[in-house]
């Protein structure tokens, strides 16, 4: 497939299999009769990240945050990526996103970017942090 990696491929994979997980959550919560409107569907930020001309380093804790409440599903960083799926305000995660929210990614505890959350919507963002951040990634926390 021309114009995809095997990285992209990964991420729409990973998306495609969260989506189906909260689509079948939702069915047994309608059924049970627990809520009465499916959720809103997660949006996903990822990315290639490096620290000056280096990859970013397997095994670093990825987090999304949204109002200083954790928000996204727990991952971590693997081949120069970050992935970060975050969940929607309703009534299975309260509290978490809502449409036009601002999302900070951390990786390592650090914030490496911001996004604007919209339900269902995946968003790459390839970043290049400063040679001089490298030791805030050098271990994992």
Known sequence: MKGLN?????????AIVVV???L???AIAQQSGEISAPPS????????LLVGDTQIKDGLKV??????????QPSQTENGLY???VRANDPLTPGCADEGDTVEILVNGRRITTGTWSSGAIVNKDIRLPGSQKPFFDTAK
Do not use: D
């Open 41 to 48: 569907l997660p949006a996903v930020f990822y990315g290639k």
């Open 20 to 22: 189906i997980g909260i």
């Open 83 to 85: 992935v970060s799926v």
């Open 6 to 14: 095997r990285n992209h491929v990964f991420v729409g994979a990973a």
């Open 24 to 26: 079948f959550v939702t």
């Open 63 to 72: 987090e999304a945050m949204v109002s200083g409440k954790s928000c996204g």
